[in-house]
């Protein structure tokens, strides 16, 4: 079965600095999605992010990127120049064939 | 954004009372996903379905049924509400998770605004 595991419960990072949000998953299977999605004290999920399996190039989204190794079954999420917008719970979250598997999330709060 | 809609929003029930929640979209789409979200848990696959009347069990199934007998309709049903099924449940949909060869597009999935749920 597949397993989604986020290692960082909660993150701070400064105004304006960089974080790096960590993600592994394990599977079998060759071709998947991942995603990172953030939700804020809405509890709207947002999609911040996606890379497809197999692609090599990783995906970026303004200031969001992902550093996707494959062979590692990591998945790390970059958030460049943090904004107090940003402060969220993030979840990671793995697709393949029916069943999408999420992560258990990391509060990332910025300070000003 | 998708047009997907879950009702009730907030719901207080007490123990032992059978318990409906409703997702609809207006997307067509084929599958449909009910979560829960728990602290330290992040969102837990309850029951999901892959077409009108075909449904399958997530890892959190237990005390849960669902229905489809429509394609914009997918019904989260407790029968008899327990405390420990306080939660607050999502509704996602996506047009095909298919990863299949040919069938790799832009997919996305879509989520409801959520239904905070409270068993007493």
């Known amino acids: 079965a597949q397993t989604v595991t986020q290692s960082q419960p909660e993150m701070s990072v400064q105004e304006a600095e960089t974080v790096t949000l960590s993600c592994t998953y394990d599977?079998?299977?060759?071709?998947?999605?991942l995603f990172w999605y953030k939700q804020p004290p809405s509890r709207q999920m947002i999609l911040v992010i996606r890379q497809e399996a197999y692609k090599q190039q990783n995906a970026t989204e303004n200031r969001f990127s992902v550093n996707f190794q494959k062979a590692a079954k990591s998945f790390s999420l970059k958030i460049s120049d943090s904004q107090l917008g940003d402060t969220a719970m993030y979840f990671c979250?793995?697709?393949?064939?029916?069943?999408?598997?999420f992560g258990t999330g990391t509060r990332l709060q910025v300070f000003p | 954004d998708a047009g997907i809609t879950q009702s009730p929003r907030h719901k207080v029930t007490e123990t032992g009372t059978p318990v409906t929640l409703r997702c609809h979209q207006t997307e067509n789409h084929r599958y449909m996903y009910w979560y829960r979200q728990d602290p330290g848990h992040g969102l837990r696959l309850i029951h999901y379905s892959y077409g009108v009347k075909d449904t399958d069990k997530g890892e959190v199934s237990d005390g849960y049924s669902v229905s489809r007998s429509k394609t914009e309709d997918f019904l989260l049903t407790l029968e008899s509400a327990t405390s420990s099924q306080t939660s607050v449940y999502f509704c996602a949909i996506s047009r095909s998770p298919s990863t299949e060869m040919g069938q790799i597009g832009n997919e996305k999935l879509f989520f409801g605004s959520g239904t905070q749920l409270s068993v007493l």
């Open positions: 599977t079998s299977e060759n071709n998947y999605y």
């Open positions: 979250a793995f697709l393949n064939t029916d069943k999408l598997i």
